[in-house]
Structure formats: structure tokens, C-alpha cells
């Protein structure tokens, strides 16, 4: 196990001494690993509704749209959901480094197990992204913190800035690659070549490890022996015990995918509730401290509702992509899973400009806030399925319609993306309880995690007959634009109960 104490001597930058853009060398190494993580859960990420619900004929598993959006819903909501345990894995076992290593190489099977073709190493490929998700997600922005000499140094932002171009430029190829092989050749092929970018990635984090910083290997809170021992009994229980439940119900014939999907969704919304309870009820908390987590719970259901329309670019949006949208612009044909690659390209272009732009009004003192900037948010995520609803009317009678509809839809959901998102994360580091304050961020995805687990019960209880319809988005759609409006006209009550935090 890692040192507890960082030795006096300790320098956070690459001891080569080379640097990367004016940075540490390390940043290089993150860069590089995240750029590909993010290739390979992007491209697959585009494929996996298409080949869900492609017919068996087709390759695919043949599954009802509703069903396979829903299973999507709960997948995304369980990446969030465990960059939870991934950061305190970090803490108390293996320190960010080798929680990364270990995280990637299980997201590395797990794409590589969605390349068999077959119904069975599809779902536990599934299992495995998910947690090597959770692993790596959380751990690998701390690492590129871990480069620089604490907060104020002034490379910090800009080292930041230039890991998640990574992240987006992974996110912005990886359907031009992998969707198209994975539509047009094989969708295996496609699963195959998102588990070589991964091993991509997890070579170069090795490779170029030496330049991390020694504090990524640091267990700052290592777990005991006596508390090891009553984590492994109590999970081993639960373990068990599920595995008991679902080989009677397999066994008894009874299963389907219901059976994974139900529980799944009703923890992701659960566990976010509880978590709030827990906190609010902490005796350890002063009185404006809990007074800023109810100012917090707003900001929360807000985001939570974001994300629930948001996060179906890769579900509902895919599926009318593939169905009901032409292939065709300018006389250029195209796979629908290109349309993926949209939201990354919007978020390089449009990001220096929201910055520039909070930046300006700051100086004129006429930045909005932190409330008004959430209700836009929500105001243009509902706007943009006020869009949808109004292309899936041009697209009845079997219509193909114009690609340009869906690059409008996701133009206005990265608009509504950048005045939410950056603002959220910020927000949950001002209104954190000093207790709280690591665990906060964790906290933050949750709402993803709520908002998916939301749509997936949504996407179950309606059906095939009604998911993806022109009333599904329209309701969807006026839904985030009255919780917008009720935010704003309630924002003087948040204000509040913010106390001194602006």
C-alpha cells in the first residue's frame, strides 16, 4: 500500500523536467488515455441502441426501441452512478493510479466481450464498462489536478482546458470511425475496434506513467484491517443474496430484461434521496449549512431533468437519426451514427466563446446568475425537444427529413449544456458543507444518474407505441421548460437559502 504523507521533496511535474504545451509532461499522458477512453465509449456508445434494436437477420438483438432506449438509460445512469465507490476505492485501497490502470483495463474487456457475438457476453460487456467507467471517471480529472502545485498555480485552468479538448476530440471521432465500421461492416467489428482504442489509451497511461505525479499514488485515507473485514462480509452478502434471487428467477423461467432494468432505475433514483436525507439530517451541520444543501436540492432536480432529455442524443435521438432522417446533405451520403459527433464538435467551438462571454458580462457586472443560468439551461434543453416534436410531425407518413433538423436539436442542447453543466460543478463546490466537501462531486453526477434512471421508467412504462412519438417529446419538452420558468420565478427563494455563496 502507498505512503499516507507526501514526502517535503515531493514535485508535483514530471521529473524529466519536459514539459507538454508549457505543462507537465503528464498532462500529455492524461491527455492521450482520455482522448482514447472517451473514442472508445463514444463510438460504442453510438452503436449500441442501432444494434439492439436491429433484428436478428440484421445482426442485431431484435429488441423493442422503448426496451433498448431504456437499457441505454440505465447503462449511462450506472456509469455515474459508480464514479461514486471509484473514488472511494481511490481513497482507501489503491490511490488514483492504479485505480485508473485496473479501471481501464475492465472497460478494455468489457468492449472487447461486446465484440462476441452473442446475447450474453453483450450485457456482461455492458457490466464491465460501466464499473471500469466508474472507476477510471473518477479518478483520472484528480490526477490532472495531482500535476500542478496546488490550486492557485496559474497553468492549472489551462491544464484543465487542454485534457477535456481530449475528452471532446475522442468524443468527436470515435462515431466517424467506429460508427461507420460498426453500420456499414459488422457491429462487432465496431465493439472490436472501441476495444483496441481503449487498449490504445491504457498502453499510453502505462507507458507514460513515470510522468504522473507521485501524489497519484498517494491512499490518502487507507481502510483498516478490522474495516476491510466487515466491508468484505457485508458485501459478500449482498452479493450472494442477489445472485441466490436472480438464478431462482432465471431458473424458474421467469426472467427478462425487466428484471435488471427495474431495480437498477428505482436505486438510481433512490440512492440520490437518500444520500440528501443523510446529509440534511447531520447534526454535524450548522443551520446555513443546510440551508445551502436546500438551495443545492434545486439545482439538483434541475440538472436531474437536463440530463434526463439530454442524455437520449445516444437513444431516441439515434433511433429517429437511423428511421426517419435522410443520409443525404449537399449530395454526401452518410452513416446516421455520425450525428454523435455533432455535440462534441458544437461543445470545441462554442466553449471559448461561453467563457469569453461570462467573462465580458462579469466586467459589466451583468453576468447572470448562478439560478438564472440553470433555468436557460432547462428552458433550452425542453426547446430542443420542442424541435424534435416538431420533426417527428414532418417525419410521419414515413418522411425522411432533412438532416438539418437534428444538427438544430443538438445546437441547442449544447447551448443549454454550457450555461448548466460548467455552472453546476462550480455551484456544488460553493454550496458543499465543509464535511461533505470530496464528496460533493460525486453528489453532482448523481443527478445524471436520477435524470436517466427517469427516462428509463418512462421509456418502460410507455411502450414501443408511444416512445419516440411526437407527444413523447412535446411532453418532455414542456415539462423542462416549466421547470425552468419555476426556477427563475423562484429564484430569489434560492437566493436565500444560498446564504453567502453568489
Known amino acids: 500500500m502507498a505512503s499516507t504523507t507526501l514526502d517535503a521533496g515531493l514535485k508535483p511535474a514530471s521529473p524529466s523536467g519536459k514539459t507538454f504545451l508549457g505543462h507537465p509532461r503528464g ?15 463514444y463510438g460504442m456508445r453510438a452503436l449500441l441502441v442501432l444494434y439492439m434494436t436491429a433484428s436478428i437477420a440484421e445482426g442485431g438483438l431484435g429488441m423493442k426501441a422503448a426496451v433498448a432506449a431504456a437499457v441505454y438509460s440505465v447503462y449511462t445512469a450506472m456509469v455515474y452512478l459508480l464514479a461514486l465507490p471509484g473514488g472511494w476505492i481511490a481513497d482507501r485501497f489503491l490511490g488514483a493510479r492504479k485505480t485508473v490502470a485496473v479501471g481501464g483495463s475492465i472497460i478494455m474487456i468489457g468492449h472487447f466481450l461486446l465484440a462476441v457475438p452473442a446475447s450474453v457476453s453483450f450485457f456482461v460487456g455492458l457490466a464491465f464498462i460501466a464499473v471500469g467507467s466508474g472507476l477510471l471517471k473518477a479518478n483520472i480529472s484528480t490526477m490532472v489536478g495531482h ?21 471532446n476530440l475522442g468524443a468527436f471521432a470515435a462515431p466517424l470511425v467506429i460508427g461507420t465500421v460498426g453500420q456499414s461492416v459488422n457491429w462487432h467489428l465496431g465493439f472490436a475496434l472501441a476495444g483496441i482504442g481503449m487498449a490504445l489509451g491504457l498502453t499510453q497511461f502505462l507507458l507514460g506513467s513515470r510522468h504522473l505525479s507521485a501524489k497519484s499514488d498517494v491512499v490518502t485515507s487507507p481502510i483498516s484491517a478490522a474495516e476491510k473485514s466487515v466491508i468484505f462480509k457485508k458485501a459478500g452478502f449482498w452479493l450472494a443474496l442477489a445472485v441466490v434471487f436472480y438464478a431462482v428467477v432465471a431458473l424458474t423461467g421467469h426472467f427478462t430484461i425487466n428484471w435488471a432494468i427495474w431495480p437498477l432505475s428505482i436505486a438510481g433514483i433512490a440512492i440520490p434521496v437518500f444520500v440528501f436525507a443523510k446529509v440534511k439530517r447531520d447534526k454535524d451541520l450548522d443551520e446555513a449549512e443546510k440551508s445551502k444543501m436546500s438551495g443545492y436540492i434545486w439545482f439538483f432536480v434541475a440538472a436531474a431533468v437536463f440530463w434526463m432529455i439530454y442524455d437520449q442524443s445516444g437513444s431516441t435521438l439515434s433511433i429517429f437519426a437511423d428511421e426517419n432522417t435522410a443520409s443525404t446533405l449537399f449530395g454526401f451520403d452518410f452513416p446516421s451514427t455520425w450525428f454523435q459527433s455533432l455535440n462534441p464538435l458544437y461543445i470545441m467551438a462554442l466553449a471559448p466563446v461561453f467563457a469569453w462571454l461570462w467573462v465580458a458580462l462579469s466586467r459589466k457586472a451583468k453576468n447572470p446568475s448562478t439560478t438564472v443560468k440553470f433555468a436557460f439551461g432547462l ?31 443538438y445546437l441547442v442542447q449544447t447551448v443549454g449544456e454550457l450555461t448548466l453543466s460548467p455552472v453546476g460543478l462550480s455551484v456544488t463546490t460553493k454550496l458543499a458543507p465543509a464535511k461533505y466537501a470530496s464528496q460533493m462531486m460525486g453528489v453532482w453526477f448523481l443527478a445524471v444518474t436520477a435524470g436517466d434512471c427517469v427516462a428509463a421508467i418512462f421509456q418502460l412504462v410507455l411502450g414501443d407505441e408511444v416512445v419516440g412519438s411526437t407527444g413523447y417529446f412535446a411532453v418532455q419538452g414542456v415539462l423542462a421548460i416549466i421547470a425552468g420558468v419555476a426556477l427563475w420565478m423562484y429564484r430569489k427563494k434560492v437566493v436565500r437559502l444560498m446564504g453567502d455563496v453568489h
Open 379 to 409: 428552458l433550452m434543453i425542453g426547446g430542443s425537444f420542442l424541435v424534435m416534436m416538431l420533426a417527428m410531425a414532418a417525419a410521419s407518413g414515413g418522411t425522411k427529413v432533412t438532416p438539418l433538423w437534428l444538427a438544430m436539436v
Open 147 to 167: 500535476l500542478y502545485d496546488g490550486p492557485n498555480d496559474p497553468r492549472r485552468d489551462g491544464g484543465f482546458t487542454i485534457f477535456y479538448m481530449g475528452i
Open 27 to 41: 498532462l500529455a499522458t492524461l491527455f492521450m488515455s482520455e482522448m482514447w477512453e472517451r473514442f472508445s465509449y
